[in-house]
């Protein structure tokens, strides 16, 4: 079994009634979570970009769409959109969902590299590849996808989780060593970690402000 495989395997592995009502969009944390970083999203893209009806994106590994909408809140037109997933199922899920947005299926490094987007963004996808040169060859593909004025967007967790050895934690260091031949790379931490931001509801705001060191995730802007 390769590593795009045992990727698969992973994500299957974790679609039980419990992780889904644990991660549910409609819950208090994952609202907060969402807010936080649709506005930082907001915050990149107005400072970066001139026009926002102008930007043309590229999410990879989209899941079942959970971040689109709110790049089209934000003023991207669904035509500039495309998005890229490895499961099968989730592809389903997406085109009966957004059938107007353009969709790759499969392998990211499938994606033809004539395209060339102003954003490339990843969400959650590079914690759960184990396999270090995979990584570097998405990092790399990530890269020549992108203009040479544009960025990659980057969310992910950067500690490993002791309860679920499917998933690695990404590291400052390592998004810089994935990424050497940026032009430059500006790192955030974000999201108070799940363990205490789902105990907290409504003071996640608070907690998330006054305890900046309990965040689990970063948001990179990373420059061609």
């Given at each position: 079994m390769d590593?795009?495989?045992?990727i698969k395997e992973r994500y299957k592995s974790r679609q039980t009634a419990e992780i889904k009502s644990k991660y549910a969009q409609g819950n208090t944390y994952s609202k907060?979570?969402?807010?936080?970083?649709e506005l930082l999203y907001a915050s990149v893209l107005t400072n970066k970009f001139?026009?926002?009806e102008d930007i043309k994106l590229l999410e990879i590994g989209a899941g079942e769409g959970l971040n689109l909408n709110g790049f089209?809140?934000?003023?991207i037109p669904k035509e500039n959109i495309t998005i890229n997933e490895l499961l099968e199922d989730r592809v389903v899920v997406l085109k009966q969902n957004y059938p107007d947005i353009k969709a790759y299926s499969g392998n990211a490094l499938d994606i033809p590299s004539s395209e060339q987007f102003d954003v490339v963004f990843q969400s959650t996808v590079f914690?759960?590849?184990l396999d270090k040169a995979l990584k570097q060859q998405i990092a790399n593909k990530m890269l020549k996808l992108v203009k040479p004025n544009g960025i990659i967007l980057w969310y992910d967790f950067v500690y490993d989780n002791p309860n679920n050895k499917d998933v690695k934690g990404v590291s400052k260091q390592e998004i810089r060593q994935l990424f050497a031949k940026?032009?430059?790379?500006?790192?955030?931490?974000?999201?108070?970690a799940p363990p205490i931001g789902r105990r907290v509801g409504n003071l996640y705001g608070i907690l998330n402000g006054l305890f900046p060191f309990?965040?689990?995730?970063?948001?990179?802007?990373?420059?061609k």
């Open positions: 590593e795009i495989d045992k907060n979570i969402v807010k936080e970083r001139a026009k926002i089209m809140s934000l003023g914690t759960s590849i940026a032009s430059k790379i500006t790192i955030k931490k974000v999201t108070l309990l965040r689990s995730h970063v948001v990179a802007v990373i420059e």
